[in-house]
Structure formats: C-alpha cells, structure tokens
C-alpha cells in the first residue's frame, strides 16, 4: 500500500511538473525556498563526496565499544553508562555564558526570556513532549516551551530555542510577512547557539570520557542533519526520476532505499536486510516533498558560519547579527552575500570541515 501510495504521488507530481513546465522535480521546492538549482545541486553533490568523514566516525565509535564494525542500528549507541545531570540554574549560567562569549547582544536578548518569564520548562501532565519557539508577530516577544530535566541533551535544546528566540527579537524590525527566515535559514541562530554552546563545554570537561561523551553526540546530530538528510533527499529524486519510466515495484524502491543508504555508510556500517524498507516511515515523502535538503542546507550553513567566525573572530559578529535581523526579507542567497558569504562550493566545504574537526577530535580521543 505505501509503495502504491508513493507511486500515486511520484506520478501525481510528474503530471504537476510537466503542466506548468518544471524543468526538474524539484524546481517547485527551490522556487519555495528561493534558492536557485545550482546552490542546492552543488550543496548535495559537495555533501556526497564528505561521507567518508562520517565513515570515519562510525570506525573509531565500533573501535571504541569494542566492535569491529557498527550495524545501522548501533549507529546511536550510547557510548557512557549515563549522562550527568545538569540543575536549571547551571544551564541557563552555561548557556548564557556561551552566547556572552560571542556576542554581549545575543546574550543580552537571550537573557530576557529568563528573568521576564518567557520561558515554559516545567514537565507536568499533560503538556505535550520536545520543545518549540513561538515567534508571534513582530511587535510582541517570542515564547519557549520545553521540558527540562537536566540531563545534557535539555541543556543543548535550550541553546537551540534561545537561538530561535534571539533570531526572532533580532528581525523585530521586519514587518509582519518578512519575520520568519525561510526555511533554509530558519535553523541558523538555533544551531549556531548549540555550537557556542558546545564550544564552552568542551573548552571546560577535562574527564576524557564525558569529553568523548560530548564530541559524540555532537557528530552524531550532524552527522544526522547534514549527510543523513541528504541521502533522504537523493532516494526520493531517485524515486520520482524512476517513476517517468513506469510504475515502481515495492523491490525497485526499497533498492534505490538501500543503494542511497549505501553510499554513506559504506564498508564502515553493515546495514540490516530489514532497512531496505526504511523509506516506509519518513513522513516527508509523503506531506512535504523534497523537504529534507533544508535541514542539510541549515545544518552546513551554520557550520560554515561557524568556521568563519573561528577564521575571522569578533570581525565576523556584526555581520551574523546583520544576517538575523534580515527574517525572511531576502532570498537566502542574497542575505548571505549581503553579510560577505557567497553560498559557493568553497563555503559548502568549509561547512564539512568543520564536522571533520569534530570527527579526528574524537578519533584522537578514542586513540
């Protein structure tokens, strides 16, 4: 039935291209997120010759639980008995701390949805689980929700929400229609407040085994954001190009599943035979088509942001905070080159270098 479902929608949109003249699948989603085809080509295809990065995580990750090689369902695996547990109070002070040391103005917006109550972290029945920013409309502050209970991954989703908090307040000054970024620069401040943060911490764990710990969990949401988004991406343009040719057999798409899986993982993972129907549970395929370049897109985005700023230092700031408070009034492409980044394949290779530092910064741990 899904594999019907999927056929029925591929056609249904091939029907939908041919009609108003799309030159390609997913000239529709690129029109969406005013992103010409060329950056998003030449983003996937950079992303696609970086996963041997990933593969090499995944060797040193088997070597350090005692494997010799990772299968696709250990790739999570934690890799310490337990975190350690994080009081309210330590948190805000580290994340804080973190935005402080990049910018007096980041911290001094984030600091307001602490002491002026915008903050809803309280676990209580009912209240629905994960955490979401409310940004109302522009002349009112945006609102967190959240769960705490301490333990690392609650600190690092408060320096996400914060950063989706400060983006906000920063395009304040946008009317209504321009405060949201797009999509793909929806995720920037979020994800650039979690690599402040991460920064901090790493900076002051001196344990080599909660050090290792934070590296970890640190690739592997990269990991997960960049090149894992990106193999969902290139299976369903797999499956749509497929389906010009005539109706795909249940076979024929778990096998363009497992050839796109395939080609990230390598001989460094062995992939369970019950993964070639891994397509079968990703709701964007269904809902929201070619959706899931956006994360990839958002994710090396900010990693190249972040590794100019490690290159240029406080030089860098005033243009990140320039960039925020544009919201969604330019194309993607333009507000980047407005603040001096041009979304080439030099800057989608900056962004990868920075998940391989992460990457021998672990394999030296491991040693």
Not at 108 to 121: N, P, Q, S
Not at 174 to 193: I, M, R
Not at 211 to 239: G, K, M, P, W
């Amino acid at each position: 039935m899904l594999a019907h479902v999927l056929n029925t929608l591929a056609l249904d949109h091939q029907v939908d291209c041919e009609m108003r003249n799309y030159p390609h699948p997913m000239a529709r989603t690129h029109m969406g997120n005013s992103l010409p085809d060329s950056v998003v080509e030449t983003m996937m295809r950079v992303t696609r010759e970086n996963y041997g990065v990933a593969q090499r995580f995944w060797r040193a990750k088997a070597k350090l639980l005692g494997m010799e090689r990772l299968a696709n369902t250990d790739l999570y695996a934690p890799i310490t008995p337990s975190d350690a547990q994080y009081s309210w109070p330590e948190s805000v002070g580290h994340v804080l701390a973190a935005y402080e040391a990049f910018s007096p103005e980041l911290s001094r917006l984030a600091r307001d949805f602490v002491e002026k109550g915008w903050i809803d972290a309280e676990v209580r029945v009912g209240k629905d689980d994960g955490a979401f920013c409310s940004g109302t409309w522009p002349g009112h502050h945006p609102y967190i929700l959240l769960n705490y209970t301490g333990q690392i991954r609650d600190v690092f989703t408060l320096a996400h929400e914060l950063g989706h908090g400060v983006h906000y307040r920063r395009s304040s000054n946008q009317p209504l229609f321009f405060y949201d970024a797009p999509l793909v620069l929806a995720e920037t401040a979020s994800v650039f407040g979690e690599m402040l943060l991460n920064r901090r911490l790493l900076s002051q764990e001196t344990d080599p085994v909660r050090r290792r710990s934070l590296l970890c969990s640190r690739i592997e949401d990269a990991l997960s954001t960049a090149y894992r988004q990106n193999v969902l991406t290139e299976f369903e343009l797999s499956v749509h190009t497929g389906r010009k040719g005539g109706q795909l057999s249940r076979d024929e798409i778990c096998q363009k599943w497992w050839d796109a899986n395939a080609a990230l993982y390598g001989e460094a993972v062995d992939m369970n035979p019950a993964y070639r129907w891994g397509w079968s549970y990703i709701p964007h395929f269904i809902h929201t088509r070619f959706y899931c370049y956006a994360y990839t897109f958002g994710q090396l985005l900010v990693l190249g942001l972040y590794q100019r700023w490690v290159e240029e230092g406080d030089a860098f700031v005033p243009r990140f905070l320039e960039l925020l408070a544009k919201g969604g009034s330019e194309d993607p492409a333009e507000a980047c080159a407005a603040v001096g980044i041009t979304l080439d394949e030099d800057f989608w290779r900056a962004g990868n270098r920075a998940i391989e530092s992460l990457v021998e910064e672990f394999e030296a741990a491991v040693g």
